[in-house]
């Protein structure tokens, strides 16, 4: 099992910047990639960011140039650094850790972006 706790949603101006953590714990060496997702309500989860073990990314076009995803092998963390934020990135953000056959979601974290 995989565990993953997330940290650092708030609230921020338009412009500003955040930075998204998410901590693995657990049967971490079956983790093939890592990444983040949102959802806002009423519509589909959408990936943001995705990170393999190999350390290839993958960016969602309304994001690219803004978000840049990372991760610390040693604290097994991914994190995601938001800059340039805009109000419609508003939403709820899911860790998620992905595996053969499974996917693990985090709690989530809420990220306003006021105008």
């Known amino acids: 099992q995989v565990q993953l706790v997330e940290s650092g949603g708030g609230l921020v101006q338009a412009g500003g910047s955040l930075r998204l953590s998410c901590a693995a714990s657990g049967s971490i060496f079956r983790i093939n990639a890592m990444g983040w997702y949102r959802q806002a309500p009423g519509k589909q989860r959408e990936l943001v960011a995705t990170?393999?073990?190999?350390?290839?990314?993958n960016y969602a076009d309304s994001v690219k140039g803004r978000f840049t995803i990372s991760r610390d092998n040693a604290k097994n963390t991914v994190y995601l650094q938001m800059n340039s934020l805009k109000p419609e990135d508003t939403t709820v953000y899911y860790c998620?850790?992905?595996?053969?056959?499974?996917?693990?979601w985090g709690q989530g974290t809420q990220v306003t972006v006021s105008s």
């Open positions: 998620a850790a992905q595996g053969i056959g499974y996917t693990v």
């Open positions: 990170i393999t073990s190999g350390g290839s990314t």
